[in-house]
């Protein structure tokens, strides 16, 4: 398998394609380089004015939804549609570094429908609703 950052990220995008793209998005690489962590490269899948946003560098790293001018992170996404923190697909544990990518295709089919066909004002109300709670507490259970 490539360790190649940007062929990373187009082939986790072909990952996500057959339902993110069935919804109206088109993929765009954004950018790409080299720092000190290693290679890097970002991207995107867009529908006019929303767009999910993801990174890669040995795995997928941060995700994160948009509409116009206001985001959420993936965690918070999940967060608030299921009810309680780290409860989704992804972020998972694997070695294979698209893992991630199939990880978030699970979240997108069984959680995304606010992000990927709801209308702006679902999105945005959902936005808001993660952007709200409460700092996860961490630490062993009371």
Not at 90 to 119: H, I, K, V
Request: hydrophobic share 35%; proline share 5%.
């Amino acid at each position: 398998m490539s360790n190649d950052a940007e062929e990373m990220l187009q082939m986790g995008s072909e990952i996500l394609s057959p339902l993110v793209a069935t919804c109206g998005f088109s993929f765009k690489v954004l950018g790409k380089g080299s720092s000190s962590g290693g290679a890097f490269a970002y991207g995107e899948f867009r529908k006019n004015e929303r767009w999910l946003e993801f990174h890669f560098r040995y795995s997928l790293g941060m995700v994160s939804y948009h509409l116009v001018d206001c985001s959420m992170i993936h965690q918070d996404f999940m967060r608030s549609v299921i009810g309680k923190p780290n409860s989704g697909h992804y972020p998972g544990f694997s070695n294979d570094p698209l893992d991630g990518f199939r990880q978030l295709l699970l979240d997108l089919q069984e959680c995304g429908a606010d992000f990927l066909s709801g209308t702006d004002e679902c999105l945005r109300n959902r936005i808001e609703a993660a952007n709200n709670l409460p700092p996860v507490k961490l630490g062993l259970p009371d």
